[in-house]
């Protein structure tokens, strides 16, 4: 599981922060300061109660296998990287994203605590956050 540079996301101007930082080692969520709301993907308005008063904050980059599928043929992706372990992660924070679990498929479960990595791409000032199982 190691194809070094992935391919550059699409960053958007809501969603550069969230990439830069990732370039940082940080996991960015956002937070909606009128309802409390924890959310990810990035973006502008709460999903919840429409506010614009959201704000960055700083995951712990820890949670847990939510859902998962193993693809083990995928157009494009080089063979030497599958199967692709692709996964909703459950964050400590609350909030799920989509992502993949760099692992042997047989290592992943419903449950498996994970923790975030990232993985370079091709724009220095970008990265892209995968999970590893966390050990014990």
Known sequence: MSWDPRPVPDVTPETERYWTAAAQGELLVRECQECGFVYHYPRSLCPDCFSEDVEWRESSGRGEVYSYST???????????????????????????????????????????????????????????VFVPEDG
């Open 71 to 129: 693809a083990r043929t995928m157009s494009g992706w080089p063979e030497d990287d599958l199967p692709l372990v692709l996964a909703y992660v459950e964050l400590e924070e609350g909030p799920r994203l989509m992502t993949n679990v760099d692992a042997d498929p047989s290592a992943v479960e419903i449950g498996t605590r994970v923790a975030v990595e990232f993985r370079d791409v091709d724009d220095s000032e970008i990265a892209v956050p």
